[in-house]
């Protein structure tokens, strides 16, 4: 019994189990793993599939030439995105280790986890920010009337004119035989230019309060305040037990807002002007394929839609089992990750060509992206519907959905990283620990953007914070792994874990398509760029200054940590140095020693020179070992059994020299 115990501990302490913890089934049992695969699946498609696939798609593709915009859309998914989402899903499914773990693989490059870290801590800060604005609106359109439909409330200014007015002014004057002078009010009136909605005046001057300035912070808005921490406490408690609690919830969070867009989508291709709204939303501009501008912006979507470069990846593909086809994984999710963003094109433009039809107004006119659409044009209108209470609670039931799925993996990037990081076995016990330290120091940062001036400086951390800075950690992921650590030793390791080789175009594109796109889209957003404004406010020098710190932030950690690396290298020279550097740390490999086989198999003790035993000269010399033992366990009882016959042939001998048992 004692020693079946010592054999299920043994085998536990080489499976990764925290001792003293009891047996798990995981094949990882100190990290764990995903309960089965849907789990992952449907993980990856929240973090891929967020608010941007509603926002701010659909707004692109109507602004970059309609249905044109769909061929260099999906010639980027097949180049770019599914590549870089394969390489990301591999290389933390190969090492088992979050965004900073995997850099054993080259440790000067570790700066390029730290840096995926600083980007997960922005958005992460931010992006709750809209899901408990999105809250908000959720809980204030559980009224019989939305709040923002008519302009007779105490926020609303003279320059107010609602939808709902202006029909109802319509109305009047027609009956009263004044319909010439209706029409031409109801054009005055609905001309965006001239007028303010309800639902913009209720998103500036209730629900934001906004102040003039950036560095006017004013006072923070409570009720946003509320939502705000409501969020956190929600993402805190899916994320608890680590991907055993959120794996379960992904379950409704990844799948109802699909139930959601086709109820809206339904809803919406059965109003009056909704087939308008899609012919324009889908309606082919083919000059425009030729204009450079259409491509670096199919580019950017795909690679900021996908979450390459956030770490989030590499993190979620570390909790798989090591030989889960990831491969078949990358392809589901990146396409219905695109899937997803044209059909949420139809739901958000049939519903924009009924407002549209009803103010009798182009389609451009009612467009808009980011905020701006999910918090003034869509819901204004919603208020055009019958029953709008319900359909704006659906819609944003769903950007919370949409936005949570998302913040489950930026949270989980960083606790994992901290976990792996420290690897004690109290931590990696307690880390519901470390998650709610994480929630609570991203709620305190999230507070200022819950001011008056909250939404300047939001804007600003998403125009900057997460831009081209992640482009440029992706090209430097792709340039470490395909030639510093070398890209034939990187399809040997995917070959180890798959059972098969990366196919051919992917090698290709690994080495050489994909780092070119992401050069091009690094070169765009450069030459693309313009200072941030909201609506008519221009943002003020220092605080584009603040911007571009931001987006540095994330990248200054790769030659701060390289540089740090190099120093502590062993070698004489400055070259030995850089080359001790860059070379594999013996721990990179994968996680379980039952995996680890090849070129992977143990090391020799004290090597100086780090080379790796092959498998068959440990076998040799563990055979040798046993052969050893064996011949002199054979001497000993030989040894024995001479005694013995010596012993039985003198039996005084026997006598005397036999110990007593009772005398003992």
Not at 172 to 190: H, K
């Amino acid at each position: 019994m004692a020693a079946s115990s010592t054999n299920v501990q043994s085998a536990a302490d080489q499976n990764g189990a925290v001792p003293g913890e009891p047996a798990k089934q995981d094949e990882n049992s100190r990290r764990g793993n995903w309960g089965n695969q849907i789990e992952f699946v449907l993980t990856s498609v929240g973090y891929a599939v967020g608010l941007g696939n509603v926002w701010r798609f659909p707004y692109l593709c109507y602004r970059n030439g309609g249905g044109a915009f769909m061929l260099p859309y999906f010639i980027m998914l097949v180049f770019c995105g599914i590549p870089l989402f394969f390489l990301e899903l591999s290389f933390g499914q190969f090492a088992s280790q979050g965004c900073l773990g995997v850099w054993k693989i080259s440790p000067m490059f570790k700066g390029v986890g730290y840096g995926m870290m600083v980007v997960s801590t922005y958005i992460g800060i931010y992006y709750n920010v809209v899901i408990c604005i999105a809250f908000y609106y959720f809980f204030m359109s559980m009224t019989d009337v939305l709040p923002w439909t008519y302009c007779n409330n105490p926020w609303n200014t003279p320059a107010c004119v609602g939808v709902m007015d202006a029909a109802n002014r319509t109305f009047a004057n027609a009956t009263s035989g004044l319909a010439a002078v209706a029409v031409e009010g109801v054009s005055a009136v609905v001309n965006r230019t001239k007028r303010t909605s309800p639902s913009e005046e209720y998103w500036k001057h209730y629900v934001l309060n906004i102040s003039d300035d950036i560095g006017n912070f004013g006072e923070v808005r409570l009720p946003i305040l509320g939502c705000l921490a409501l969020s956190w406490v929600v993402v805190f408690l899916c994320l608890i037990k680590g991907v055993k609690s959120s794996g379960k919830v992904v379950y409704f969070t990844a799948t109802f807002p699909y139930l959601v867009l086709t109820i809206l989508f339904i809803r919406g291709v059965t109003l009056d002007g909704a087939v308008n709204g899609i012919k324009y939303y889908l309606t082919p501009q083919w000059e425009k394929v030729l204009d450079a501008k259409v491509w670096g912006d199919a580019a950017s979507q795909i690679f900021y839609s996908l979450g390459c470069a956030w770490g989030g990846l590499i993190t979620m593909a570390s909790y798989n089992k090591f030989h889960n086809n990831c491969f078949r994984d990358s392809i589901i999710i990146s396409i219905t990750n695109c899937a997803t963003s044209v059909y949420a094109g139809f739901v958000i433009f049939s519903i924009l060509g009924f407002m549209a039809h009803t103010l009798n107004v182009p389609v451009s006119e009612v467009a808009d992206h980011g905020p701006g659409l999910a918090f003034v044009a869509y819901p204004e209108a919603l208020t055009l519907l019958p029953v709008s209470p319900l359909w704006s609670i659906l819609f944003f039931f769903m950007l919370i959905l949409l936005g949570l799925g998302t913040q489950f993996c930026l949270l989980e990037t960083l606790t994992t990283a901290i976990v792996d990081e420290i690897g004690t076995d109290w931590i990696i016990k307690n880390k519901p620990i470390v998650t709610l330290g994480v929630a609570i120091i991203g709620f305190c940062l999230g507070v200022p953007l819950t001011t008056q001036a909250g939404i300047y400086w939001l804007l600003l951390m998403d125009n900057y914070a997460a831009s081209f800075s992640l482009v440029l950690i992706s090209c430097i992921m792709c340039i470490c792994v395909m030639y510093i650590y070398g890209h034939r030793n990187y399809f040997k390791d995917v070959e180890m874990m798959l059972g098969f080789p990366p196919p051919l175009f992917f090698r290709i594109c690994w080495r050489f398509i994909s780092p070119l796109i992401i050069s091009f889209i690094l070169i765009f957003t450069v030459i693309q760029y313009k200072p941030i404004t909201y609506n008519d406010y221009v943002y003020p020098g220092w605080s584009l200054g603040i911007g571009f710190c931001m987006a540095m932030s994330s990248v200054v950690c790769i030659p701060i940590y390289a540089l740090y690396r190099i120093s502590r290298s062993p070698g004489t020279t400055f070259r030995e140095r850089l080359r001790n550097a860059c070379k594999a740390d013996p721990k990179w490999g994968p996680a379980l020693r039952e995996h680890r086989v090849g070129r992977y198999a143990p090391m020799v003790s004290g090597a100086e020179d780090g080379l790796e035993v092959l498998p068959l000269k440990e076998k040799e010399e563990t055979k040798e070992k046993e052969e050893l033992k064996e011949e002199e366990e054979a001497r000993e009882r030989k040894e024995d059994v001479c005694l013995t016959i010596q012993q039985g042939s003198n039996g005084s001998t026997a006598t005397q020299n036999t110990p007593n048992p009772a005398v003992a």
